[in-house]
């Protein structure tokens, strides 16, 4: 749920369709509280806290896991969130309360926008890289996952999924902001955005059902019940 900035910053700034545009800055936060309360959580639920600083500064421990690399990439990507951010969040500083400029938050501002085209990059790498690996860690239960599921391409099929939800939760965000905050309406651009998801979604089908008849699968849908549907 939290890969809308992505989703949508893969849609504006690689695919080039900036009509969408209006849409980065709410997906980019949903992004942001996403993603740093998974990381507040995982912290937590994982037991000694605390100790987190050790990943970074001693990663060859983990070398053998692919944990470690999700867990890197999720670090660096929350404060790649926060970079890409802090021009909106630091709007209402720019100006004193006399109304003169605020220079130290003007050139601040302007070092963050003149850096944005390599933060965007590794707002696109970074996410990449974390989400296919979330698959690969499908992989690691080997026999005890269900053989119809047990497929080379998880990663991708996680990456491509990912996308779906992350469209999704910016259609329900905007929604939502626009009626909250009684702001305009973007109901023809979410109409539109809906479609990509629609067919992101069919490729991803389309793709699974080749994927499974070109590994002579297929007789395990009919045979696997419920996890043919999972």
Same mark, same amino acid.
């Given at each position: 749920?939290?890969?809308?900035?992505?989703?949508?910053?893969?849609?504006?700034?690689? /695919?080039?369709?900036?009509?969408?545009?209006? =849409? #980065?800055? $709410?997906?980019?936060?949903? &992004?942001? %509280? @996403?993603?740093?309360?998974?990381?507040?959580?995982?912290?937590?639920?994982?037991?000694?806290?605390?100790?987190?600083?050790?990943?970074?500064?001693?990663?060859?421990?983990?070398?053998?896991?692919?944990?470690?690399?999700?867990?890197?990439?999720?670090?660096?990507?929350?404060?790649?969130?926060?970079?890409?951010?802090?021009?909106?969040?630091?709007?209402?500083?720019?100006?004193?309360?006399?109304?003169?400029?605020?220079?130290?938050?003007?050139?601040?501002?302007?070092?963050?926008?003149?850096? /944005?085209?390599?933060?965007?990059?590794?707002? =696109? #790498?970074? $996410?990449?890289?974390?989400? &296919?690996? %979330? @698959?690969?860690?499908?992989?690691?239960?080997?026999?005890?996952?269900?053989?119809?599921?047990?497929?080379?391409?998880?990663?991708?099929?996680?990456?491509?999924?990912?996308?779906?939800?992350?469209?999704?939760?910016?259609?329900?965000?905007?929604?939502?902001?626009?009626?909250?905050?009684?702001?305009?309406?973007?109901?023809?651009?979410?109409?539109?955005?809906?479609?990509?998801?629609?067919?992101?979604?069919?490729?991803?089908?389309?793709?699974?059902?080749?994927?499974?008849?070109?590994?002579?699968?297929?007789?395990?849908?009919?045979?696997?019940?419920?996890?043919?549907?999972?």
């Amino acid at each position: 749920l939290g890969c809308g900035g992505y989703a949508v910053a893969l849609l504006v700034y690689v /695919l080039n369709r900036g009509r969408y545009h209006p =849409l #980065v800055r $709410p997906a980019v936060l949903t &992004s942001l %509280l @996403g993603y740093g309360l998974a990381v507040l959580a995982v912290s937590v639920d994982l037991g000694r806290p605390w100790e987190l600083w050790k990943v970074p500064v001693f990663f060859w421990r983990w070398t053998h896991s692919p944990q470690l690399e999700v867990a890197l990439c999720v670090a660096a990507y929350v404060l790649v969130l926060l970079v890409e951010i802090s021009p909106a969040l630091l709007e209402r500083s720019r100006r004193r309360a006399d109304g003169t400029p605020n220079r130290t938050v003007d050139r601040l501002v302007g070092g963050v926008e003149r850096l /944005l085209p390599f933060i965007l990059a590794l707002g =696109l #790498v970074l $996410p990449t890289m974390h989400q &296919s690996s %979330l @698959g690969t860690m499908m992989l690691l239960p080997g026999p005890r996952l269900h053989a119809l599921w047990f497929t080379p391409w998880l990663p991708f099929l996680f990456l491509v999924s990912c996308l779906v939800m992350g469209y999704g939760v910016v259609a329900v965000e905007a929604a939502f902001s626009s009626w909250a905050f009684r702001r305009p309406r973007h109901t023809a651009m979410l109409a539109d955005l809906s479609r990509v998801a629609m067919w992101v979604t069919a490729f991803w089908v389309a793709f699974r059902v080749g994927e499974v008849a070109v590994a002579g699968e297929l007789g395990l849908v009919r045979g696997g019940r419920g996890a043919a549907f999972a």
